[in-house]
């Protein structure tokens, strides 16, 4: 089995709807974090509660429900996150490169 190395993550898709600027910029490093986590595993979908999450409260993000979807691609897999909370959304898409 071929050992692989993932690195550089890469957001290059937002839809934001209701989601201030700060907290679109800690939205995507969760986002960013949670694809690095996952790249190379064999999860294709997982709800978080970000009520769950060490800082959210102290971020003011609590109130967010992530949803983190993987979708296959023959080069290179892509990552959809949607983030939900009240009448708030932001949707993201990004990739993690391989070394």
Same mark, same amino acid.
């Given at each position: /089995?071929?050992?692989?190395?993932? !690195?550089?993550?890469?957001?290059?898709?937002?839809?934001? $709807?209701?989601?201030? &600027?700060? +907290?679109?910029?800690?939205?995507?490093?969760?986002?960013?974090?949670? /694809?690095?986590?996952?790249?190379? !595993?064999?999860?294709?979908?997982?709800?978080?509660?970000? $009520?769950?999450?060490? &800082?959210? +409260?102290?971020?003011?993000?609590?109130?967010?429900?992530?949803?983190?979807?993987?979708?296959?691609?023959?080069?290179?897999?892509?990552?959809?996150?949607?983030?939900?909370?009240?009448?708030?959304?932001? +949707?993201?898409?990004?990739?993690?490169?391989?070394?």
């Amino acid at each position: /089995m071929e050992s692989r190395i993932y !690195k550089n993550p890469s957001t290059y898709d937002i839809k934001n $709807k209701g989601c201030g &600027s700060e +907290e679109i910029e800690v939205l995507c490093d969760i986002f960013e974090s949670l /694809m690095m986590q996952q790249t190379g !595993k064999m999860l294709r979908k997982a709800v978080y509660n970000l $009520k769950d999450f060490e &800082s959210a +409260e102290q971020l003011e993000i609590d109130a967010f429900t992530l949803t983190l979807e993987r979708h296959d691609h023959p080069d290179q897999d892509e990552w959809q996150g949607l983030f939900e909370a009240n009448n708030r959304t932001l +949707e993201v898409w990004g990739t993690v490169e391989e070394t």
